[in-house]
């Protein structure tokens, strides 16, 4: 499911602490993924596209260097000159969207203005919430394995504020081994 909804997209967003936790590289295509992108007249794979209000992404990491589309840094003017400098000497696409920080709606605009419509948001807890925040969720893809952990894991989203988005079920997949994929989307006013 998750090769599926990668196919899909126009892009893969991630919150730079996310790309540097799980050691991020590139998104990976098939053949026969990537000549139904081009069917539906999409690029051959997804760019990743971080953002990072500081620029603080290693440029000699897999986002970098484990990838045949160059990721787009989503940054602020604000962010080190020689951060910036070196990410888009390693090969990304460096593009300030903001003065100090990146806004939701900026994210929102910038990928649009690139023709990426479709953006898969994978994370982190901290964008995720932010986008949340900014009512800019229109669906959520989860899956619940039947495994229980503690610990002080945080939220799928968090935010300085609370932030209700009404969602209804779309689909629901059972696996076998009790794996359960679910779709949500946005409830739709009135």
Sequence with gaps: MFGV???LADVILVGAGTVRAENYGGARVTAEQRARRRDRGQSDAPPIAVVTASAHIDPASRLLTDTAVAPVILTATAAPADRKAALSAAGARVLEIGETTV????IIDTLDGLGLHRVLCEGGPALFGQLLADDA???LCLTTSPLLVGG???RIAVSPAP??????RAHLLGDADGTLLTRWVRKQNG
Excluded: F, H, K
């Excluded at 806004?103 to 900026?106: F, G, M």
């Excluded at 932030?163 to 209804?168: E, F, G, I």
């Design 5 to 7: 909804l990668r196919e």
């Design 137 to 139: 969720v229109d669906e």
């Design 163 to 168: 932030a209700a988005t009404p969602m209804r």
């Design 152 to 154: 002080p894991a945080p």
């Design 103 to 106: 806004t939701s709606a900026a």
